[in-house]
């Protein structure tokens, strides 16, 4: 702990700026995980298969209740959003199902990209220090005994060291973050394509066998 401690100061000003921005990404990864790992998130074959069911048997109600039960949840929000309409025709059915995935969709997949440019920031901030601390080191040289440029040389590659391996510390936990959470934010997305599109048949052949049977 000592040596981090004394690396970071020996770092510079540009370790203090990585730091924050190692901040803000932590924040971004907790806020992220949370939503897209349990609020949005949901079983959706197992959903869906009991939301057939009930629209099979013309319980639509109880189906709208049920996506009622997990009202964070992104697939429940597009799908009550067509049950809804289900006693409208198809093509209310479909415009309700396309505006809900409008709404829902820039939810899911908000502050993902941002992940990456953190980490590009972080990395562009350490490669900063590095040239800075660089100039410092060989700056320094002129008009200083020898005794003195030593210690100034190594101050000056302390800074350059220290604030590449800090902005690499912070930037590829980001990078692995944006892989993880992205490929939830897809998965829920696709869940929401695939679900949507069988509900709007489901509940076509409904309309149209309710008709014939009239």
Known sequence: MGDLAKAFTEGG???YVILLVSVAAMAIMIERFIFLFFRYNINAQAFMAQITKLVMANNIDRAIK???AAPTAALPRVIKA????????????SNAIEEASLEVIP?????????LAVAN???L???LGTIVG???AFGSLSGASPEERAVLLSRGISVAMNTTAFGLIVAVPCMIAHIF????ATKIINEIDEYSVKLENLLGARARAGGMGQ
């Open 13 to 15: 000003i540009f370790m």
């Open 66 to 68: 049920l996506c009622n």
């Open 82 to 93: 067509g049950l809804t309409r289900a006693n409208k025709g198809e093509v209310e059915i």
């Open 107 to 115: 939810l899911i997949q908000k502050r993902v990209p941002t992940l």
């Open 121 to 123: 920031v972080a990395t």
């Open 125 to 127: 901030l350490g490669l």
């Open 134 to 136: 660089l100039i410092q």
């Open 181 to 184: 959470l992205s490929n939830m």
